[in-house]
Structure formats: structure tokens, C-alpha cells
């Protein structure tokens, strides 16, 4: 992932010099575009793959404002050491505004697929069921965690968090479907 990233980032350096841009000159069109063709490397993450074209786009240039906010000239940006870093903060950072502003991003983050595949819920299900689970799990979510940065950190580290947030959305799924989840447990004999 950092090669492609990398790879990337020396191609938009390429593109810049290419472009003639001094080091005075602020981000034009051809810059902001090249950095959101960088961030189409970061598609495949958990949150960012469920995305449809349209919500990426919109993902993406969030990013790329912000990182032209903070930093206006372009070529002191990309030629800066841990650029790649910088960039993947505020990926991470953008996620996580994101996950505050809307608790549907739920989807996102435990697609409807993964959960049918898993057999958290029913196949079949619509749009307004799905909408439904999802409002339930939030719900649960922010009951469990003050805030967006203790859910973050407990997807990240705890498998006990972990099946906390399973055992939430078993709770859903049967409250709102009737869908009971069985867990098989391997019987060792010795």
C-alpha cells in the first residue's frame, strides 16, 4: 500500500514540475486533480470501499480542501518529508468527521454484505430494513461510546470490543427481524 501511495505522490511531484509551478504558486486545477487521483489508492480501505463513485468523490475532495487549507503551496507539500503520512492523517482524519457528522456511516463500516455473509442478518433485506439496522446499531454504538475517537479505538485494538459490537448487532437483527443468531462452538474432546 505505502509503494503504491508512494508512487503516486512521485508522480504528482513529476506532474508539478512538469506543470512549471514555482514555488510560490498555490494549487491549481490540475494539482487538486492529481491529488484526488492520489487518494483513489486509499479506495480499498474498510470505510472508503463501500462508498459509492459519487460519496468517494465527495470524500475525496474534503480531503484535498483540507489539505490545501493547511497547506497552500503545492510544491513545498509534496516534496515535504512524510508526505505519505500527512496524507494518510488526514484520510483517517476526514473518516472520522465523517463518522461523527452521520451515524448511517454505519453501512460503511459493517456493509450489509459482510453481515449477510456472516450471518448477522437475513438476506434480502431493503433498503429501509437495512436503514433500520443500521439506526438500531448506531444507537447502541453511542450508548456504548462517548465518543467517535473510544469507538474508533475500540474497532482497532479489542477483540472484546469487538464482540461487544457483535453482541449489538445480534441485538438488531433480533429486535427488528426476528433473525436469531446461533453461534457454533467446536466441542474438543481430549
Not at 20 to 27: E, F, I, R
Request: proline share 3%; hydrophobic share 45%; net charge negative.
Amino acid at each position: 500500500m505505502k509503494k503504491i501511495i508512494t508512487t503516486s505522490l512521485v508522480l504528482l511531484l513529476g506532474a508539478a514540475a512538469f506543470l512549471g509551478c514555482s514555488p510560490q504558486a498555490k494549487w491549481n486545477r490540475a494539482q487538486r486533480q492529481a491529488m484526488r487521483e492520489a487518494l483513489r489508492d486509499y479506495r480499498q480501505a474498510v470505510y472508503l470501499n463501500d462508498l459509492t463513485d459519487a460519496e468517494f468523490m465527495l470524500f475525496s475532495d474534503d480531503v484535498a480542501l483540507a489539505l490545501e487549507e493547511d497547506y497552500p503551496v503545492y510544491t513545498t507539500f509534496i516534496q515535504m518529508p512524510g508526505v505519505n503520512d500527512t496524507v494518510q492523517v488526514y484520510v483517517v482524519t476526514t473518516i472520522v468527521e465523517e463518522l461523527n457528522a452521520d451515524a448511517r456511516n454505519m453501512r460503511h463500516i459493517f456493509p450489509y454484505s459482510y453481515l449477510v455473509g456472516n450471518n448477522v442478518l437475513p438476506s434480502g433485506l431493503d433498503r429501509s430494513q437495512q436503514q433500520a439496522f443500521y439506526n438500531c446499531l448506531a444507537g447502541k454504538v453511542d450508548n456504548a461510546y462517548p465518543t467517535m475517537n473510544r469507538f474508533v479505538n475500540a474497532l482497532m485494538a479489542d477483540t472484546t470490543d469487538m464482540s461487544q459490537i457483535s453482541r449489538m448487532q445480534r441485538q438488531c437483527a433480533n429486535d427488528l427481524f426476528d433473525w436469531t443468531v446461533v453461534i457454533d462452538e467446536a466441542i474438543v474432546e481430549l
